[in-house]
């Protein structure tokens, strides 16, 4: 009898760590993502990337970035060259090959991973990558473009102004004028460019918009002021999918200090999710379409998480952002709300890297060259 030949297994880079404030966040999701990798069907090549940037792997590449003892690592490597393709090792000054890539997955929030900078490289290097490309990731993670785009296609988002460094240093006073042109108190000072709730403020007063604007600004070059969505409950909504991409069903935070702060999320771990959110049925799928309609306006694929705000008297909903490597544990809202929807975490990860190869085909048939007839 002949023997069943094997269908080669798919590898996979998993990255994580990086250089932005939410390095130990991406470490908890890398480690629910890699132990969901049916070892039957991938060969899995964690990559470990350091607060300063530095790409390592090597055995129990994790562990050493969580005890953040990388010597007995190897550098790693890939190459913006499609001819240069797969990962690599730097020993002793050399590259070594270690082996083919099919698909990138990085578990990489924030800065320097989920906003478009490492999509770029992926894209250079020509394999497949799960999530967003370079559009979707950048304008998702710039809190004031997202919103300007969100406006532009009639989607509701809380009023909010813009201000750049250099202003905020020439004229602090013309600044705080401008922000509370905005509204009644409280204000939410916010870096554009930044997640978990890193350098937010919820500003009461005059002086404490002041602090959140200094301190929001040294995290950022440009800072936004919104308007405070007060007396609103928060529901987010998982997305999956290229370009028919499915919400799941809506879930609900309950943050347990005064706003969905960075120690609420993280720190103390005690805000609660309830799944499904207890809301009207209109109002879920109102939610629901509005999270489609925002994750095809700025091009997602993959995946991404929506959250909303929906004000308690009025019903209204509005959408806060789109977070499109949003955190991976296997406790945390994105698998869980799809878990309440009937997709398993261990079915979201094949799903997800199905996703990402159905993409980079796509992408092999388009042409990228125009070359004129002589
Ligand atoms: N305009 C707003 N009105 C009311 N609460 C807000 C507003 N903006 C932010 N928040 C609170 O701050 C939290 C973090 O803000 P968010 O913009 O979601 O930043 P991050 O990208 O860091 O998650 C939200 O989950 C919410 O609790
Ligand atoms: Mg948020």
Known sequence: ???????????????FGGRSGEHEVSLMSARSVIAALDPAKYEVFPVGITHDGNWFVGENVLEKLEQGKTDSLDHAAIFPEPGYQGLYAIRNTQYVKLTDLDVLFPVLHGTFGEDGTMQGLFELADVAYVGAGVVGSAVGMDKGIFKDVMRANGIPVADWAMFRR?????????VIRKAEALGDYPLFAK???????????????????????????????????????????????????????????????????????????????????????????????????????????????????????????????ILNELNTLPGFTSISMYPKLWNATGVSYPELVDRLIQLALDRKTERDHTTREFRRSQ
């Open 166 to 174: 250099s202003e905020i240093e020439r004229d602090m006073n013309e």
């Open 191 to 317: 870096p554009a460019n930044l997640g978990s709730s890193v350098g937010i403020s919820k500003c009461n007063n005059r002086s404490d918009l002041g602090e959140g604007i200094m301190e929001a600004a040294s995290f950022d070059r440009r800072v936004l002021i919104e308007r405070g969505v007060v007396n609103a409950r928060e529901i987010e909504v998982s997305v999956l999918g290229n370009d028919e991409p499915l919400a799941s069903v809506c879930g609900e935070v309950l943050p347990s200090r005064e706003f969905y702060s960075y120690e609420s999320k993280y720190v103390d771990g005690t805000s609660g999710l309830m799944i499904p959110a207890q809301i009207p049925e209109e109002t879920s799928i109102q939610i629901r379409e509005l999270a489609v309609r925002a994750y095809k306006t700025i091009d997602c694929a993959g995946m991404a998480r929506a959250d909303f705000f929906l004000e308690k008297e009025s019903g209204r909903v």
């Open 1 to 15: 009898m002949p023997t069943a030949t094997l269908s080669p297994k798919l590898r996979v880079a998993v990255l």
